[in-house]
C-alpha cells in the first residue's frame, strides 16, 4: 500500500508569486489534512477535508492560501500571492473516516519565499 | 481548545543510557494522545498513542508512554536507546477524530 505523497518535495519562489502544493492520501483514506511547520515553531494545523468537503479550516491563515479537494481524492493547497512568512514545511496526513485517528502523513513539502 | 508544551526542545543522551521526552497537555475535555517521531529526512511516524484503556502504552521499537490525567502529561520512555533512536519526537493531542495540536517538538541525539 502506497503511503502519503506530497509534490513537490521542494520549492522555492520570490515573494508575490504563485505555488501550487499537491498531496495523495492513502487510498481509500477519506479524512485528509494540512498542517504546516514554520521553522522553530511547532507543526500547526490548517485544515481538514473530510472527502470533498471543508470539515475545519480554522488554521487556515488568510486567504492567500486556498485549498481543494475535487473529488475526494488528492489535494492542493495554493498559495497566491507568497510572502516572506509561507516559508516552512507543508505536510499532508490522511486517515480513515472511521477508526482511531492515526493520521499517517506525508514526507512533507519545504517551501522557501525569497 | 488544546495545547501541547514539550519541556526539552534538545534531548543529548549516550547510547545504551535511558531517557524521558517529557510532554504536558491542556485541555478542557477528554483528548487522545500521540508521540510522532520524525527520522532525518523523513516523514512524520507515529510511535505509539493512547485512546483508551491501559494508561501505559508501548511501541514496538521499546518505547513507552504513560497517560497521567491528573498531571496531564504524557512523557515518553525508553529505558536503554540506541544510535538509530537519534530523531525528532513531536507529542499530539486530538480531542476527536480530527486535527492533532502538537508540542514543538524534542530533538533526540543519541551519541556512541
Same mark, same amino acid.
Given at each position: 500500500e502506497a503511503g502519503v505523497t506530497q509534490f513537490p518535495s521542494h520549492s522555492v519562489i520570490e515573494k508575490g508569486q504563485t505555488v501550487t502544493l499537491r498531496c495523495d492520501p492513502i487510498s481509500g483514506h477519506d479524512n485528509l489534512y494540512w498542517y504546516r511547520r514554520v521553522m522553530g515553531k511547532e507543526i500547526k494545523f490548517l485544515l481538514h477535508f473530510v472527502k470533498e468537503s471543508k470539515? $475545519? +479550516? @480554522? !488554521?487556515? *491563515? &488568510? &486567504?492567500r492560501f486556498l485549498a481543494e479537494r475535487t473529488g475526494g481524492t488528492y489535494s492542493t493547497l495554493k498559495v497566491q *500571492?507568497?510572502?516572506?512568512? $509561507?516559508?516552512g514545511v507543508y505536510f499532508c496526513a490522511s486517515s480513515h473516516? @472511521? !477508526? =482511531? =485517528? +492515526?493520521q499517517f502523513f506525508g514526507p512533507g513539502t519545504r517551501l522557501t519565499v525569497l | 481548545a488544546q495545547s501541547v508544551t514539550q519541556l526539552d526542545s534538545q534531548v543529548p543522551v549516550f547510547e545504551e543510557a535511558p531517557v524521558e521526552l517529557r510532554c504536558n497537555y491542556s485541555s478542557s475535555v477528554s483528548v487522545y494522545l500521540f508521540w510522532y517521531v520524525q527520522y532525518p529526512n523523513q516523514g512524520l511516524q507515529l510511535l505509539l498513542k493512547y485512546l483508551?484503556?491501559?494508561t501505559l502504552v508501548e511501541s514496538i521499537n521499546g518505547f513507552e508512554a504513560e497517560f497521567n490525567k491528573s498531571q496531564t502529561s504524557f512523557h515518553l520512555r525508553k529505558p536503554s536507546v540506541h544510535i538509530s533512536d537519534t530523531a525528532e519526537y513531536f507529542c499530539a493531542v486530538s480531542a476527536s477524530y480530527g486535527k492533532l495540536t502538537f508540542g514543538q517538538g524534542t530533538i533526540l541525539t543519541v551519541h556512541p
Open positions: 470539515q $475545519d +479550516e @480554522s !488554521g487556515m *491563515p &488568510n &486567504n *500571492p507568497a510572502e516572506l512568512e $509561507d516559508s473516516l @472511521s !477508526g =482511531n =485517528n +492515526e | 483508551s484503556g491501559s
